[in-house]
């Protein structure tokens, strides 16, 4: 997962470098082929972050619940999210051909309002998956032996997932750039929003697994670890 997101970041970096939120009159043309691949790459690494930030959240929830229920319908949305993420990035990767699929701009706009509509469905799932996981947390830890105050509290940990439905929301919003004829200038904000729905995504995907945060969960995840722990350091300090 960090590793998609820092090649993300540095491929919106060489598409700064290369004319993004400039003018494409203004660029010349190894400055438009190298933002070209610069975006191509930044698509494919983010579908790859929000999959795995996806599948990170699920894998925790699945720790935290013998329910046979809950495995399933873990089970259920690791296939869809997976399944999804492989499409999305198949698609992406081919949309405008297999032969320098990156040369988007000179199609004669023919991939433009594809990828505005795959970039709208996205978006869409996107929302979804998030609503799912959101929703799932609730009914894990509602399940779960503490008090009202505490399930209150890491559930809200899980909620901050709202934040990426709203920036995504956010992003949805400027799907035009894609139909421009000036893409560089006009797809900047879709790309700022590209990153700051990485940033959030990575966020509101560690702060569950924190250890002050689980500790109030009855799971044994970390109860175990400690016992563990003190039995070597007795033994240690009796040899």
């Not at 933002?35 to 996806?54: M, R, S």
């Not at 869409?124 to 998956?129: E, S």
């Not at 500790?215 to 044994?220: C, I, N, Q």
Request: proline share 3%; aromatic share 10%.
């Amino acid at each position: 997962m960090s590793i998609a997101t820092i090649g993300s970041g540095i491929s919106v970096s060489v598409q700064t470098g290369h004319g993004l939120g400039r003018d494409i009159l203004l660029l010349t043309e190894d400055q438009i082929l190298a933002y070209q691949k610069a975006e191509y790459a930044n698509k494919l690494l983010y579908i790859a972050t929000l999959c795995f930030a996806k599948l990170s959240i699920i894998s925790l929830l699945k720790i935290l619940t013998a329910s046979k229920l809950h495995r399933i319908l873990g089970l259920l949305l690791t296939v869809f999210i997976a399944s999804w993420s492989i499409l999305s990035g198949l698609v992406s990767a081919f949309q405008c051909g297999a032969e320098e699929p990156w040369r988007f701009l000179e199609r004669g706009g023919s991939c433009f309002d594809l990828e505005a509509a795959f970039w709208q469905s996205v978006g869409v799932v996107n929302i979804l998956t998030d609503l799912a996981l959101i929703l799932f947390p609730v009914h894990v830890i509602m399940t779960l032996q503490m008090s009202t105050s505490k399930k209150v509290t890491i559930l809200t940990f899980f909620g901050a997932r709202s934040l990426d439905i709203a920036a995504t929301a956010a992003q949805m919003a400027f799907l035009h750039g894609f139909a421009s004829p000036n893409p560089t200038k006009d797809l900047w904000t879709w790309t700022l929003l590209t990153q700051i729905i990485e940033c959030i995504t990575i966020l509101t995907s560690c702060v569950p697994y924190l250890r002050p945060l689980l500790e109030h969960v009855p799971s044994g995840l970390y109860g175990t670890d400690t016992i563990r722990h003190r039995a070597l350091q007795h033994r240690f300090e009796s040899g």
